[in-house]
């Protein structure tokens, strides 16, 4: 089908010739929303222009920019397979026109700010091939406004069905995803400002869909954008959480969302009573005190991460394996195992206190003195 149109940015629809997807070159498609960013939006598309991959799909949806950014697309229309440029209701709403133009097989939405590292896409052909995932889930490098990219935490990443008090840190930049997945868990959930695209992430898990988590990194991610308002994301978590379990409390979701939230966060015994609190009040409800369980547990993991902790490599793998075979069975976790739990996550805690070198390392940061990273694979 061939729509090219001699004013394509017209609020119409552009096309180049389609590219073919098949089991030896799967086709995939990266999918970029912009609105007036004129001074990043070039970078983003060269990004996709350098892949090492040779079988990929561009497609750019545009919110009507005004400042020059729909001229900057234009200029470069024959290196871009699709695009619109026409008004829509918010960020995800535009993704999810993508979603409906894409022709790939595996789908990865880029922001107009951010960066794709080269062998982005080639690797996560790869993996798929390997695995047969539907989901291939990456990390990213963190790019401040002032200072040089460096790597994003690689906090341990436990998935589990109903995942809803905590972020399952699948990032959409760094996931691609197959084109039927979205058939399964469907669209992005434009109800969920900011959060949409954990949602969807969550819905998959919840679909029982196989996941590839990886640690290669998939792109570069500028600092400061949406999801960066911290209230209004804490807000989107707390109505998340509450529509999975209607049950719960207002008060009670805030709580509970601002433990799991920060590893590290309320030090002190206040935050493991009311743990024990809820866990008595909610006993009954066997599928949320599971989740509320292996939440916590995942807590417990990320503290050991950031904490100064002897063999943490084999506490981590010890971890990971008990919270799989909790994941795993039917019972329902019992208050002394998570008076086990608190136990574990005090003693992490304490340990946390006393470490001088990171509250050394955190004032740098809050400095902005930001030790240099280098050999940034793909750079």
């Given at each position: 089908?061939?729509?090219?149109?001699?004013?394509?940015?017209n609020?119409s629809?552009?096309?180049?010739?389609?590219?073919?997807?098949?089991d030896?070159?799967?086709l995939?498609?990266?999918?970029?929303?912009?609105?007036?960013?004129?001074d990043?939006?070039?970078?983003?598309?060269?990004?996709?222009w350098?892949?090492?991959?040779?079988?990929?799909?561009y497609?750019?949806?545009?919110?009507?920019?005004?400042?020059?950014?729909a001229?900057i697309?234009?200029?470069?229309?024959?290196?871009?397979?699709?695009?619109?440029s026409?008004?829509?209701?918010?960020?995800?709403?535009?993704?999810?026109?993508?979603?409906?133009?894409?022709?790939?097989r595996?789908?990865?939405f880029?922001?107009?700010d951010d960066?794709?590292?080269?062998?982005?896409?080639?690797?996560?052909?790869?993996?798929?091939?390997?695995?047969?995932?539907?989901l291939?889930?990456?990390?990213?490098?963190l790019?401040?406004?002032?200072g040089?990219?460096f790597?994003?935490?690689?906090?341990?990443?436990?998935?589990?069905?109903?995942?809803?008090?905590?972020?399952?840190?699948?990032?959409?930049?760094?996931?691609?995803?197959?084109?039927?997945?979205?058939?399964?868990?469907?669209?992005?959930?434009?109800?969920?400002?900011?959060?949409?695209?954990?949602?969807?992430?969550?819905?998959?898990?919840?679909?029982?869909l196989?996941?590839?988590l990886?640690?290669?990194?998939?792109?570069?991610?500028?600092?400061?954008?949406?999801?960066?308002?911290?209230?209004?994301?804490?807000?989107?978590?707390?109505?998340?959480a509450?529509?999975?379990?209607?049950?719960?409390?207002?008060?009670?979701?805030k709580?509970?969302?601002?433990?799991?939230?920060?590893?590290?966060?309320?030090?002190?015994?206040?935050?493991?009573f009311?743990?024990?609190?809820?866990?008595?009040?909610?006993?009954?409800?066997?599928?949320?005190?599971?989740?509320?369980?292996?939440?916590?547990l995942?807590?417990?993991?990320?503290?050991?991460?950031?904490?100064?902790?002897?063999?943490?490599?084999?506490?981590l793998?010890?971890?990971s394996?008990?919270f799989?075979?909790?994941?795993?069975?039917?019972?329902?976790?019992?208050l002394?195992?998570?008076l086990?739990?608190?136990?574990?996550k005090?003693?992490?805690?304490?340990?946390?206190?006393?470490?001088?070198p990171?509250w050394?390392?955190?004032?740098?940061n809050?400095?902005?003195?930001?030790?240099?990273?280098t050999?940034?694979?793909?750079?």
């Open positions: 089908m061939d729509l090219k149109n001699d004013n394509p940015l609020g629809v552009r096309f180049t010739p389609l590219k073919k997807d098949c030896a070159r799967p995939v498609t990266y999918i970029t929303v912009v609105r007036n960013m004129a990043s939006i070039l970078r983003c598309m060269e990004s996709i350098n892949q090492t991959y040779d079988n990929v799909e497609i750019v949806i545009d919110g009507k920019s005004d400042d020059g950014t001229e697309i234009e200029q470069n229309a024959d290196k871009i397979d699709c695009f619109i026409e008004k829509d209701s918010g960020v995800y709403n535009a993704m999810n026109k993508g979603l409906r133009l894409a022709a790939g595996l789908i990865c880029m922001n107009a960066y794709a590292l080269p062998d982005a896409a080639r690797t996560a052909v790869g993996l798929y091939k390997e695995t047969g995932a539907m291939i889930a990456g990390r990213r490098f790019e401040p406004k002032d040089p990219p790597p994003d935490w690689e906090y341990p990443v436990f998935l589990f069905e109903k995942g809803a008090l905590k972020h399952n840190r699948l990032w959409h930049q760094s996931v691609f995803a197959h084109r039927d997945a979205f058939g399964i868990a469907g669209d992005l959930p434009e109800e969920y400002p900011i959060i949409a695209d954990f949602v969807w992430t969550a819905r998959c898990i919840d679909a029982g196989p996941v590839c990886t640690k290669e990194k998939f792109c570069r991610y500028r600092l400061g954008g949406g999801s960066a308002d911290s209230d209004e994301l804490s807000r989107m978590m707390i109505k998340y509450r529509d999975m379990f209607p049950f719960l409390s207002e008060a009670d979701a709580r509970i969302h601002y433990y799991l939230r920060f590893p590290h966060f309320f030090y002190g015994f206040l935050p493991y009311h743990a024990c609190v809820l866990f008595t009040k909610y006993r009954r409800e066997h599928g949320f005190i599971k989740v509320l369980f292996l939440s916590a995942s807590v417990c993991a990320d503290a050991i991460y950031l904490s100064p902790q002897k063999n943490k490599e084999k506490k793998t010890d971890l394996s008990d799989e075979r909790l994941r795993r069975q039917a019972e329902v976790p019992k002394p195992d998570y086990f739990i608190l136990r574990l005090f003693i992490i805690d304490a340990r946390f206190l006393l470490n001088l990171h050394t390392n955190l004032l740098r809050k400095l902005r003195l930001r030790p240099r990273h050999n940034i694979k793909g750079e």
